[in-house]
Nanobody
Framework: VQPVESGGQLVFAGDSLRLSCVVSGRASSIEAMAWFRQAPGKERELVAKINWSDGESFYADSVKGRFTISRDSAKKSMNLQMDTLKPEDTAVYYC?????????????????WGQGTQVTVSS
């Protein structure tokens, strides 16, 4: 499977933005999907992840209450609604796919990654 992200752009603090990720390939192998981000000079971090079958989700503390992850199994797509954006949310956001079935419970590597989409939040 190959995920492709879209939706990143320059916004201002307090604005909202919606990222999308569409997956090509065999959707039946998808167990979970996630959004990661990497800011300049920092390590990549998990933002949110979602179970493909039941929609169970998990959020990093830094985005809890501001970001909402969702998926549309029929369209093989996943979204990240980002509200009340802060300058510290500035990063390249990556979409990732898990095919092991372990990612919701364990910290396991994701198999497939998109190229990333830049989100810049200006103060």
């Amino acid at each position: 499977v190959q995920p492709v992200e879209s939706g990143g752009q320059l916004v201002f603090a307090g604005d909202s933005l919606r990222l999308s990720c569409v997956v090509s390939g065999r959707a039946s192998s998808i167990e979970a999907m996630a959004w990661f981000r990497q800011a300049p000079g920092k390590e990549r971090e998990l933002v949110a992840k979602i179970n493909w079958s039941d929609g169970e989700s998990f959020y990093a503390d830094s985005v809890k209450g501001r970001f909402t992850i969702s998926r549309d199994s029929a369209k093989k797509s996943m979204n990240l609604q980002m509200d009340t954006l802060k300058p510290e949310d500035t990063a390249v956001y990556y979409c990732a796919v898990d095919e092991t079935g372990l990612a919701m419970k364990y910290d396991v590597p994701f198999a497939s990654w998109g190229q990333g989409t830049q989100v810049t939040v200006s103060s």
